[in-house]
């Protein structure tokens, strides 16, 4: 097990700030909250994508309070059109008094001044055709952070599945990091391929025959004490209609030279743990299970904690017989090795696109009888959150395995049984009844029970239907579904101080029918692999509508749940944004007291000492707003009007003695802040 001491050689001494201390002797404060970050009574740090490798996005600064919470202002606005930047899906990182962010299809690296929101510099990778193809350009989500002897270093996945170190001051290709990758304008050092150690055959400019698979990276990497942990993605799984493709393997490199130091098969190999788990030699020939989501590590004790997603074609699964390991599993893993520590399958043959979406958040709980149990939770699709002691993987509360319904698609075989947590309770509807049905008025409940007669319900792990079903029904109801409960643009937060864990959801649910493999394949432009599937996502499973447009469930229709994880236990649960005016202003309401039914947005969120801060629309769907709850009890402390809602995640920071609060607004960077904050700089 590694010292503290050895864990913080190379980065700046920590001081607590007296909350945290205190929070520490009481035995509440996971040692990793902010044992990376710089905290100082004019410096508070954002080191990595979730504010710490605990990926709690809590921040120790706390000058913004409830009462001057409605004098903050927007410091400055960053604009990154001119890279083509529009998906707001890139938290920035902020650490040795600079802010660090990607933007644009092409993720071009960015330093950004903190106080005045000036560029500093910009660096991106030249065009290469397997960065064309990439689904997941602008998707980056941020940049990953470490010191060698002192000199600060940014590394990024790039589109293109290259690693990317540049020195943190200059943007510079990091001298001795890699090599020279043979295609026109790449930097002589500063890159990996890391096709070259995925072991398929590929073309350096074109990357891997769409024909074997394909792979990018839609997070950045997470740097864990000397190693660099790299996660991937495939394409979206519900364009696929093809068995073939390659597994999203784990790859680690040395944070100085770049030279790989493992790969972990997310498909087990002959021999390999989990091998049984692939029936009719799928594991040969079938791939994905990617990490898309971020990464999480502990660097104390050389642990990172790895989220994945489902295999091939998310909703058809009969060419791939068995559990399918590591599919839609948590992974621990030695950050040193490789090795596996432990890991745990939320969803056992995946065909409900469930993948894990959001990164694991480590707590330290104080769990009544118990006492210390250093926790990581993985909130999920379906709306559970699956919890484990870090260390074991021992569920902290016990699993429930309850039968699920069977598959009427040919040739699928589910698993009898899914996972079901007994604690903490799920924090959005599962599963679709009658009961669940929109009641407003009796009207709307008769329209409602004649519309849902045309489509298959039932309970969470309701399967899809083929196009060709007996019973003549549109499709099937997935609830949640794959865009519903918890998902990449909303990630939780949680508060290391508490134990309390905030988890923002919609409720949403699929329509999902598959159709024969070769017709599917006819609407995919570059499909890959060779061979059809026999079946596949198709269209045609539409989703259920009420001639009057308002949702066909009962409220809530967005919601954030707070959880005591001390106790397992729901705190508070309280509706997000405004009631939209398209669903207060209905006629087919006019005169029924709706209540408040949250604006259906899952909202970006950080947590503070003082506050839980989330984003959000008002009842118009247009203007934003920024809201400050307290913390225990979800009651609303203030609201303010910003330029633009938050579209992923948000972050905190204090620069030079102020706080900051970061909104990732499309192309644009929107840093509010106290007007003090503004003195001195540029154009004040």
Known sequence: MKTRSSMMSGLRYTKLSGL??????????????????????????????????????????????????????VAWEW???????????????????????????????????????ETLWSYRLPNTARWEYSMRASYGKGIAYSRIDGRGVVYISSPGFFLVALDAETGAPLEGFGGQVPVEGFPKTGVVDMLADLGHPYDPYEGIPLETGY?????????????IVVGNSAEQGYLQARVENIPGDILAYDKVTGALKWKFNVIPQPGEYGHETWENDAWSYTGDVSSWAPITADPENNIVYIPTNPPTIDYYGGFRPGDNLFGTSVIALDTETGERRWHYQTVKHDVWNYDNPAAPIQLDLNIPGRGLVSAVAQVTKQGYVYTFDRFTGEPVWPMDYRDVPASQVPGEKLATTQPFPTKPPPFEMQGLSEEDLIDFTPELRREALEVMANYQLGPLFNPPIHAKNAAGKISSAMCPGDGGGANIYAPPVADPTTGFLYVPSANNCSWQRVIPGEEA????????????????????GRAPRLSSGLPYVKPLYSSITAYDMNTGEIAFRIPTGETPDRIRNNPAVAGVDIGDTGSGNPVSMVTTPNMLIYSDTDHDGQTALLYALDKATGEELGRIEVPAKSRYGMSSWKHEGHQYIILQTGSKLTAMALPAASEGASGH
Do not use: M
């Open 521 to 540: 394949d006819a609407r995919i432009a570059e499909p890959t692999g060779s061979t059809f599937a026999a079946y596949a996502n198709g269209p045609g």
């Open 20 to 73: 945290s201390c205190l929070a520490a002797i009481l035995g509440l404060l996971p040692t990793l909250g902010v044992s990376q970050n710089l905290v100082t009574d004019d410096t508070v740090e954002w080191y990595t994508l979730g504010g710490d490798y605990a990926h709690t996005r809590y921040t120790p600064a706390d000058e913004i309070t409830a009462e001057n919470f409605d004098e903050l202002e």
């Open 79 to 117: 604009d990154g059109s001119s890279f083509n930047g529009y998906s707001g899906r890139s938290t920035p990182t902020y650490v040795d008094g600079k802010l660090f962010t990607v933007s644009g299809p092409r993720r071009s690296v960015v330093a950004i001044d903190p106080k005045t929101g």
């Open 215 to 227: 792979i990018t990276a839609s997070s950045p990497p997470i740097v864990v004490n000397d190693t």
